[in-house]
């Protein structure tokens, strides 16, 4: 039931065509934490969540030594993968649900299936080299709202309003005076490459250059420089704040002056108030631990006279640290979840074995789910541990949904039928073949 | 994948759409959600020099109405259209149900009944852009599907050495309806539209075209119904699809998709004729069905799914 580390072997043959199904981040990775959980519970008889809790672990060691090792130096105390099992296993009725293999049918002849996978919630190891990104606020004379500039970034979920917000935040600003002003020549990299991880690599950067972008505002707002008089004659750059767009003297708030008139006093003379970063590596020690969680749920009926796998219900659960933007992590999240089931489920390159040449290069033949080939309803939940290495510790969703569903919908549809399909996509002609129909 | 150069008529009457085709290097087009994705990916060994344009001529040919205990669907009629028609819903209920669940909801409503019944093969071979694979179907010599990956291929064998399947929804349908298919140049039974021919789909000479499709009305004590299975809930082609019309002690029942044309099952048919629908009964007459089954390599699945769809269809029509 306890295995103390996964021994994981990759088989990478050099062959004159593609890869087989479409890959998704961490694909492998998943298949290799979730499928020997899922064959040991299914052959113990047991919930695959069982086995998934009693390894819990990081990087081969239990958790009672990452606790003790890292948590509680850190002053880290919760428990990401209780917190969002406990959702999960609400939200989907695992406990009543959950049943011995093959052995619950439906009044409409179907038999019912219920799955789970798991995995760290992906974020970029904050130690990495490949993950620099750098940052540059300002405040222009022109119209007084912050400006976010640096190169175009493709990657995300709507990662420019996170980026915006994070800013409004810190320099105490509307957000809808914030703007995200991208370009598309390299220098300043807005997320270097996009790609995954986008919010913990870039939030970094995005902090010190809006903190470094106020300071430079209120300096600009007591200095008196070539005789000027500031806007806020005999204090100092501590004595201020900022808020809706607003700087205000602390001690008396009605002595105060919008962001806009601040940087306009001084239009003829100075700079904008401007602020640039970069992101640095951390220096914690085991930093890339990744000790947040997410689980996914699904639950199907599968047709024993075609095959067919119906869908039911999905469940995502993902600790994202802390959640900056709930409508783009539930994006990524049953965003994720659709192609990692469709993936699974149906996609597969098919080659012409005589030639060589791939059959289904187009969207009829290769199978990509449509809308409506998930029937029942998808709830995102979103955890909020703050246990990431971004600022606020922020961690992030990505497209980790996706590459750890493949094994959710391979475990539910063992535990419908009680028989193991062993490649994927799991297509009603593997379905059948295991039911000993084809 | 682009169009090449063609020349476009836009035929005013039937006569002048007949005598561009006649003239050789032609192809007529309706609704187009075929013929444009066949030309855009040049599957074909001959590029057609002219294209024409069906859906110009006058009076048109797109109504759907009853007439003389027969309804009659004009051939440039949309998919759509027939799918949300409440008179063929109601009594002509396989054919309404095979229109709904043909492709997707923006395809029926751009292709026509007339085009959906010449459509060519899906066979991936034949489909292969650039005519990468010069098919029997195409004039050539070798069925790359025999020797290939034939997952969704025939299971009751080849004509002329041909594999794939016919992939038309609404092809089962009319046959079990016992549907008539009028041309410029004749009246042909539904049953024996679809043939064997290079590189099309139907027995229509290249100067023919499809005018109207008629539906006796069925007796009151028939019901029909169409089932398919899909890899995908829309959007995709069959892999089976069945249609059945049952009642007054006939059975009438078309397979798709298993066969190089609409396949008729009759022992089947024979099976549950005159026999009260219950589930046994549809059992039995789907094991007739697939009786004469013969597997390719890869395609022994869909025996059973062949099995199962007969047997529902006739379930549908109790």
Known sequence: ?438 | MQLQRFKNVNAATLDEAISVLAAGSAMAVAGGTDVVSTLRAQILRDYPETIVNLKTIAPSLDYIREEGGMLKIGALTRVGDIAGNSIVYGKYTALAEAAHKTASPNVRELGTIGGNVCQLSRCWYFRKRDNRFDCIRKGGTLCNAVEGDNRYHSIFGDIMGCVCVNASDIAPALIALGATIVTTKREIEAEQFWDFAIPGSTILDVDEIITEIQVPEPNSDVKSAFVKFALRKSIDFPVVNCAAAIGGGVASICLNAVFVTPYRPTAAEEAIAGKPITEDNAEAAGEEAIKNSEPLSMNSWKIQIAKTMVKRAILSCQ
């Open chain 1, 1 to 438: 039931m306890k295995t103390p580390s996964y021994s994981e072997t990759y088989i990478i043959p050099y062959v004159n065509k593609g890869p087989k199904t479409v890959y998704r981040h961490g694909m492998k990775e998943s298949g290799a934490l979730n499928l020997p959980i899922s064959v040991v519970a299914g052959e113990l008889g047991m919930p695959t969540t069982d086995i998934a809790e009693r390894n819990e672990g990081s990087h081969g060691d239990d958790m009672d030594y990452v606790n003790r090792r890292f948590k509680e130096p850190w002053g880290w105390t919760r428990d990401s993968m209780a917190e969002v099992m406990a959702a999960g296993k609400a939200a989907i009725d695992w406990d009543n649900k959950w049943h011995p293999p093959g052995t619950k049918q439906l009044a409409n002849g179907r038999m019912h299936g219920i799955g789970f996978s798991f995995n760290k919630q992906w974020q970029a190891d904050p130690n990495a080299e490949f993950f620099p990104s750098t940052a540059v606020v300002s405040i222009p004379r022109i119209d007084g709202t912050a400006k976010l500039i640096g190169r175009h970034a493709d990657g995300g979920w709507n990662s420019e309003t996170s980026w915006c917000q994070i800013v409004a935040d810190e320099l105490g600003m509307k957000y809808e005076d914030v703007e995200c002003r991208p370009f598309d020549y390299p220098g300043f990299d807005l997320k270097q490459g996009s790609g995954s991880s986008g919010l913990v690599s870039m939030s970094p950067a995005l902090v010190r250059a809006a903190r470094r972008c106020r300071q430079r505002l209120l300096e600009l707002a007591t200095e008196e420089i070539s005789g000027m008089r500031p806007a806020f004659p005999g204090l100092t750059p501590d004595d201020l704040d900022v808020k809706d767009s607003v700087v205000f003297e602390k001690a008396n708030p009605e002595n105060s002056l919008s962001v806009y008139r601040v940087v306009q006093l001084f239009w003829e003379w100075h700079e904008p108030a401007i602020g640039t970063s970069a992101s640095l590596k951390h220096d914690i020690e085991g930093a890339d631990r990744a000790l947040m969680r997410q689980v996914h749920f699904v639950e199907v009926e599968v047709d024993t006279e075609t095959g067919e796998v119906i869908v039911t219900k999905v469940v995502n659960v993902n600790d994202v640290g802390k959640c900056v933007t709930p409508e783009s992590v539930r994006a990524q999240q049953y965003g994720g979840a659709w192609m990692g089931i469709g993936n699974s489920r149906n996609e597969a390159v098919y080659y012409d074995p005589q030639t060589g040449v791939k059959l289904n290069d187009n969207l009829i033949d290769y199978k990509w789910f449509s809308m409506n080939d998930i029937q029942g309803p998808m709830e995102q939940i979103i955890v909020e541990t703050g246990m990431g290495y971004g600022p606020y510790g922020i961690c992030g969703c990505s497209e980790a949904v996706g590459a750890t569903m493949a094994t959710c919908t391979s475990d539910a549809i063992y535990n419908a039928i009680g028989k193991r399909i062993t490649s994927f996509p799991t297509t009603p002609d593997k379905v059948l073949k295991a039911l000993g129909k084809a």
